[in-house]
């Protein structure tokens, strides 16, 4: 989460810049006897060695203090302007056996990949002469992404045609809105994905997305707040803006300089009304759990979900030499009714911190919302309503890799079934037919032992994962995700519990009635 509206905020004081120059000077002298004296100081990296030093020192202090190189700087800085650089191709991975592979399962219209035509279903083998096989997801991300301008190599399978391919893309800028997607779901329901986190265009992309669904006469909002890990702390004010009438506490922020002490009040004369519903996970943190802190205190809508990840701390950015950054923590954060979100981190390291692992039973404070409800503070937002999303069975993770293969083989043309384009979705799911010759597909794998009845007790199953891939290879992944959100336990309940946010928001009798 970060305070500064823009990048750069370099301390340029006569004091620091002395300060500066020791501590430079000292890591300069111990990298120097290092690299000269350690055993494999010939074979050592003198910028990863200082990049480590620097990290190290960080992780001393707190979880989210960072510092970037100026690859990582640049990227990260991308992020926060809902951008990046790299080829428009969406990746996933899939494995068949003990093989696990990384495939091409969506393209951004007018990007590098179009242009290369690559295309759902496509292997990736090798990015810049390193082998892909086995590697995550994120890795393989990670090596396609890259400067702007600059060129990748890549070795793909085509999957119309078989053939092995070797492509030279050029990386450029590519759009990353932090709103994914918005649609009406059944009931006149509208939802927005808010899962990229927030960056410098959250709260216009949010504007326009009320707008398109005003149009279709919504009644109530879901806004998707998992997975997303938070961003720059304006634009999660200006969110929760859009719902608290003016006057509304939004967060206090307190910091150990004066320039750090600040408080957000909205000032919004003419807030959203519709009945309001917001979904957290364990992956919701930061700006995400301000703006469920802020609408939870003033009871303007029911949190339905996970715990949240409790991350209370605000970063500032702070440009370095030679295009490298830093994030450093500057202030902490509190909610209207004056509840900390953070999580404590003084007890152990950061493997337990990332995976919750706490040492024991947590004293957590009590404070209370505007309605008089009891809320907690030190780790993190309670939801309201505890709904956890489904977890793949492993069962469950194997059929979902074979449907992709499946349909993978059907866009090929390597496996006669119904015909693919003429294959229509009803109520997110595929024909009988299709779902039939799946099974066959699966019973026919000599490697698998996977019975008849299994099977078809998890014919809803593998329809709707079906459905998922087909969408995914004829229209891409946004519309596909719309297959998932569509069956989604915590959407569908928040769907029946929008009676009971709109009670929630009405106990305070200044949201006003439609």
């Excluded at 302007?81 to 969506?106: K, L, M, N, P």
């Excluded at 450093?328 to 509190?334: D, G, Q």
Aim: aromatic fraction near 6%; hydrophobic fraction near 35%.
């Amino acid at each position: 989460m970060f305070t500064a509206s823009k990048p750069g905020g370099s301390d340029t004081s006569t004091s620091t810049n002395k300060e500066s120059r020791k501590i430079l000077g000292d890591l300069s002298e111990a990298i120097r006897i290092i690299t000269s004296r350690h055993v494999n100081g010939d074979r050592m990296e003198v910028d990863s060695l200082a990049k480590n030093s620097i990290t190290g020192a960080l992780q001393t202090l707190d979880p989210h203090s960072s510092y970037f190189d100026a690859g990582e700087y640049t990227e990260f800085l991308d992020e926060q302007q809902s951008e990046y650089s790299g080829i428009g191709a969406t990746i996933a991975g899939y494995s068949r056996g003990e093989r696990s592979d990384t495939y091409v399962t969506s393209i951004a219209r007018n990007s590098p990949a179009s242009n290369a035509g690559l295309a759902f279903g496509d292997r990736i083998l090798k990015v810049n002469g390193e082998d892909m096989a086995g590697k995550s997801t994120d890795d393989v991300r990670d090596a396609v992404r890259g400067p702007v301008e600059s060129k990748v190599k890549l070795l793909v399978e085509r999957n119309l045609t078989g053939r092995i391919e070797t492509l030279e893309l050029r990386r450029r800028l590519l759009q990353q809105p932090s709103i994914r997607d918005s649609f009406v779901l059944p009931g006149d329901v509208g939802y927005i994905a808010m899962t990229e986190g927030f960056n410098y265009t959250t709260a216009s992309e949010l504007g326009a997305a009320l707008q398109n669904l005003h149009r279709r006469s919504i009644k109530g909002l879901i806004l998707d707040l998992r997975e997303n890990p938070g961003g720059i702390l304006d634009q999660a004010v200006k969110v929760a803006e859009k719902f608290l009438p003016a006057g509304s506490l939004i967060v206090t922020q307190k910091g150990r300089s004066s320039i750090d002490n600040r408080v957000w009040v909205s000032r919004n004369r003419a807030p959203e009304t519709l009945p309001l519903v917001l979904l957290v996970n364990e992956e919701s943190a930061s700006a995400s759990e301000i703006l469920a802190g802020a609408l939870q205190d003033h009871d303007r809508a029911l949190i339905i979900g996970e715990k949240t990840f409790g991350k209370g701390l605000v970063q500032s950015l702070y440009d370095g030499p030679g295009g490298t950054g830093l994030t450093l923590t500057t202030a902490r954060y509190f909610t209207p009714s004056g509840r900390s979100i953070q999580r404590d981190y003084s007890d152990g390291g950061l493997y337990d911190y990332y995976n919750h692992h706490t040492a024991g039973a947590l004293t957590r404070a009590v404070t209370k919302t505007s309605a008089n409800r009891t809320v907690f503070s030190g780790d993190g937002i309670d939801p309201d309503e505890i709904c956890n999303s489904h977890q793949m069975t492993s069962i469950e993770r194997k059929i979902d890799d074979l449907s992709f293969f499946f349909i993978r083989d059907l866009v090929a043309g390597r496996r006669k079934a119904p015909t693919i384009l003429s294959t229509k979705i009803s109520n997110n799911s595929v024909s009988e037919e299709l779902t039939k010759s799946f099974v066959n597909y699966v019973m026919a794998q000599p490697t698998l032992n996977f019975a008849s009845d299994r099977l078809q007790s998890m014919t809803s199953f593998i329809s709707d994962r079906l459905a998922y891939n087909l969408v995914m290879a004829t229209k891409g992944d946004v519309q596909a995700s719309r297959i998932s959100i569509a069956g989604d336990q915590p959407v569908i309940k928040a769907i029946s519990q929008l009676p009971k946010a709109r009670d929630l928001a009405l106990l305070n009798n200044h949201y006003g009635r439609q």
